[in-house]
């Protein structure tokens, strides 16, 4: 925080320092625009705004915004009105300050012997759209931003066509790394699958304001997928790029452009948004025995609403009317139809009343044992045979914790040690080197997170990608305002009346 706070204007003195021929315009020693802090005092002095404006601009990433603001201030003070002048001021000040200071043609005037300038309705349009633009940029970064819900990862406590506010300040709002993006989308530009939406220009490190809470175990979060730095244009998120290496290879995942498309990176703001439920904190050990989860060795509580896949006796089908009472999907009762081996998603509720059905020959739960386990789960290594349903125990990394690192866990950090915090982590002749120098011992930079579906048969989640950092946190999932069904027309029942307004839990 300090390193933010001090840092930032220092840096904006170098916007300052160019404006020195404007502060002699305006009376005031050019020197002065060479000392931190005491520069922005005295520029908001010349331009006449009120103190206040200070504060803003010891925030980071809203003071870019303010110091924007202040050029065009600055501009106005030159009886610069027009939005192309304006434009110079805020895009080129390095040019345009040094100009309106030592141009013989160009005239400061105070703020109270100004004349004041009827603004065209174009002007008045385009000023209007640029504050809303600043001012609900700033509000999804800060304090609330709207998310829908893409899966049926979190079904049943969450559908399929939610609309949803997350909370930024339950947590703490993070600092984008790459503040130069293009308004209102996330990491690629409207009408393309591989042209990014933001500037790599400005990249800032990682930090996170205070919250006013902390994550817990069973809060619904959404996070940066950890899986999505690197990314195949063709798959997106449906197929992680290192699962699709470690299914075909990388050579032909990098060179088979028809099936893959282009392999593109992400810094951790850009990458997919996922919603899942946090089922390990920092320090927790969590184990899943026959699908039941233990945290530090404690039964966690299945959500209500969650489900399971389980195989229907059912020759004759499911009756519609009870699909649509109890809002089995078309698409899982369809594939359900097609292939019976691989279950129906239901909750244990909806599943005990489907067995009392006198069509139904019978409902049992699926489970995957540990003779079934598979390696397309997290760590990817035989040395851990486990399956969805029979998981760990494994432990979640704590910052400022050590472990003792060797061969047989390292797949549990490698990816930890050599992505997320980036050292250089290499093997060679069975010894463990970080940055060049031999370790049997590692100490966690950061905390980090287990976060799994509700719909845990049907959730790509920490099971198949492993630890959440706390870098890549977004938010809290609060409140739903809006549910569409996704399957429906207007005219068919497409709102869902009985799920709007409510609360997550």
Known sequence: MLALIFLLPISFTLVALFAWPVFEKAGVPGWKTIVPFYNLYLWLKIIDKPMWWYIFLIIPFIN???????????????????????????????IYMPYLGLSPNEK??????????????????????????????????????????????????????????????????????TPLSFPF???????????????????????????????????????????????????????????LVRRFGRQAVWNNKRRFGNIIYRPVDKRENYIKRCIGTPGDTIQIVNQAVYVNGELLPFPPNGQFRYYVDAPKGINERFRIEEDISDE?????????????????????????????????????????????????????????DNYGPIYIPKKGVTVDLNLDNLPLYERLIDVYEDHDLKVKDGVIYIDGEAADKYIFAMDY?????????????????????????????????????????????????????????
């Open 185 to 243: 989308v996330h990491h690629t530009m409207p009408l393309s699958t591989d042209r990014k939406s933001f500037l790599e220009w400005i990249k800032l490190g990682y930090y996170r304001f205070p919250g006013i809470s902390k994550i817990k175990n069973n809060d619904v979060v959404v996070f940066n997928y950890p899986e999505g730095d690197t990314v195949s244009t063709v798959f997106q998120s449906n197929a992680s790029y290192y699962s």
């Open 332 to 388: 899982d009762y369809n594939s359900w139809k097609n292939d019976p081996g691989q279950g129906l998603p239901l909750t244990a509720e909806v599943a005990e009343e489907l067995s009392k059905r006198p069509s139904i020959g019978g409902v049992q739960v699926m489970v995957d044992k540990l003779e079934n386990w598979e390696t397309i789960l997290f760590p990817f290594s035989e040395n851990y045979p486990w399956s969805r």
């Open 64 to 94: 870019v915004f303010m110091i924007m603001l202040m050029l065009v201030e600055t501009a106005k003070c030159f009886e610069k009105h027009a939005m192309w002048e304006q434009g110079l001021a805020v895009m080129l000040p390095f």
């Open 108 to 177: 400061f005037v105070p703020a109270d012997k100004r004349v004041k300038v009827k603004k065209t309705w174009t002007r008045e349009w385009a000023d209007a759209i640029i504050f809303a633009v600043i001012a609900a940029t700033i509000i999804r970064t800060f304090l609330v931003e709207a998310y829908t819900i893409p899966t049926s990862s979190m079904e049943k406590s969450l559908l399929r066509g939610d609309f949803l506010f997350v909370s930024k300040i339950a947590y703490g709002p993070k600092v984008p790394n």
């Open 449 to 505: 997170y287990w976060m799994m579906g509700d719909n845990r048969h049907n959730s790509a989640d920490s099971r198949f990608w492993g630890f959440v950092p706390e870098d890549h946190v977004v938010g809290k999932a609060s409140f739903v305002w809006l549910s569409l069904d996704p399957e429906k027309t207007l005219f068919t029942g497409k709102i869902r009346w009985n799920k709007l307004f409510r609360v997550i839990h």
